[in-house]
């Protein structure tokens, strides 16, 4: 055989296999493609070359192609001119990503919401932080941990957007990159689940559930998951069937970017393994305790109006927006939207044991069972609460815990110290040293 001849019939093959290992993912690519820019661009008003330069600059997924549509508010993205996806922008929703069969005239629903102004400032009220110095911050100390949390100009390793101290209620430090501010709504990703958890705790604490009891999941009743509780889908150990991995086609990214009803998917999933005996981190448990939310309401808008109304909007997080899917579900496990000092509100919420200002959004018991650590799961997690229980940041006390979210996106609870911590970014534990971040900032107060 020829040189040319065997060339020529290598680089079929490479191109078969490339065809057969590539192609089923440029769905992913696409629709990963077009629900970022368009939420980015039509939420928080970022430009198209913002978001593939940054939000977008992932493997594979920078190799979309984007079209935004200004007129009639959607996104348009392909890989390679294939496998065309379609986001969505409704006002009141957000951003949904639809397929062929999504109906864009029907008419839909959006939740109610309140803004009480009040003239309280920061974190109880809308007016801007009291400008007070505390005299145990060492501020020179805790601008230089801050400061070194973000890339000298010119680099890109932190990749840090946005860090907020807060201690004793008081913002203590805020910074954010360069073309960011205080009015920036960021995507907490996987720190949503945190505020879908929440509401389990709310309904808890009016009466209206009791998660010690079986998930009520119909479908369940007559098989073996009819023995799965609330409480083992919230520590997420209830032993069901479920694949975490971004990289492939796989559970997780077959729900986010393909499936219409992403309540569903972990519903419909078997057995593995007995409830309370194995711990695995799943979107599609969320996205189902999101579906059985819903089912706690006699209508839709109940349902979206509680998201909002007994939470959200409750303490001032007015900025905040949930991202439902085609079915109408909020997507909890992933699509969550706020300023950086509505996600600390949050966490100052947990902070306080679930007293807002005087009100108990919670039962002061709920803030200690998200941060007890489920079994199995080396005490790095809770009731959808990462922890530090088991020592992972070895600098920081073990009562921290906070909610985490992909790129590296937190809020760091540290009830100890009184301290919250958000921060935003574009990198992940192994490109960004929250351990150091953490310690450089708990130095700086004198206790």
């Known amino acids: 055989m020829s040189n040319e001849k065997f060339l020529g019939i290598a680089i079929l ?81 957000g951003v949904t990503l639809i397929n062929d069969d999504f109906d864009e005239t029907k008419p839909y629903l959006i939740p109610k919401r309140t803004k009480i102004e009040t003239n309280l400032s920061f974190p109880y009220g809308n007016l801007e932080p009291k400008d007070s110095l505390l005299p145990e911050v060492n501020y020179e100390k805790l601008n230089l ?13 932190k990749r ?43 309904l808890q604490h009016q009466g209206k559930i009791d998660i010690n009891k079986p998930a009520p999941v119909n479908e369940w009743a ?7 509780t609330l409480h083992n889908l919230i520590q997420m150990n209830s032993g069901l069937e479920w694949e975490e991995d971004y990289g492939t086609i796989s559970d997780v990214t077959k729900m986010l970017f393909i499936a219409e009803d992403m309540a569903k998917i972990q519903l419909e999933k078997p057995v593995a393994f007995q409830p309370n005996t194995h711990w695995n981190y799943s979107s599609g448990t969320t996205n189902l305790l999101s579906g059985i939310l819903r089912r706690q309401f006699a209508t839709h808008q109940e349902y979206l109006d509680f998201w909002y109304s007994s939470l959200i909007d409750k303490i001032g997080m007015h900025s905040m927006l949930i991202e439902p899917d085609m079915a109408g579900n909020f997507v909890g496990s992933s699509y969550g939207w706020a300023t950086a000092r509505d996600w600390a509100k949050f966490g100052l919420l947990y902070l306080h044991q679930g007293n807002w200002n005087g009100e108990q959004i919670f039962d002061k018991s709920w803030a200690k069972y998200v941060a007890t650590p489920t079994p199995t799961s080396n005490g790095e997690y809770g009731g959808h609460f990462w922890l530090n229980a088991g020592g992972k940041y070895p600098d920081v ?51």
């Open 13 to 93: 093959l490479f191109i078969i296999y490339i065809g057969i290992t590539t192609y089923p993912k440029l769905d992913i690519v696409s629709g990963f493609s077009a629900k970022s820019v368009a939420s980015g661009h039509f939420i928080d008003g970022r430009s198209l070359e913002i978001i593939e330069n940054g939000d977008n600059y992932i493997d594979n997924v920078r190799l979309a192609t984007n079209e935004i549509n200004e007129q009639d508010i959607f996104v348009i993205s392909s890989a390679f001119g294939l496998k065309k996806r379609k986001a969505i922008y409704r006002e009141g929703l």
């Open 145 to 157: 941990a801050v400061g070194d949390a973000f890339d000298k100009k010119g680099e890109k390793i």
């Open 222 to 228: 007559n098989d073996e998951r009819s023995k799965i």
């Open 160 to 202: 840090t957007r946005a860090l907020l101290v807060i201690y004793k209620d008081k913002i203590i430090a805020e910074k954010y990159e360069e073309g960011f501010s205080k009015n920036t709504k960021f995507l907490g990703w996987s720190m949503t689940k945190s505020i879908t958890a929440t509401y389990f705790g709310i």
């Open 397 to 447: 006390p073990k009562d921290m815990y906070f909610c985490g979210g992909f790129q590296g996106q937190k809020i760091i609870i540290i009830p100890s110290q009184d301290l919250v911590i958000v921060r935003f970014g574009l990198t992940e534990d192994e490109d960004f040293d929250f351990n150091g971040m953490m310690r450089g900032v708990l130095e700086s107060l004198r206790k």
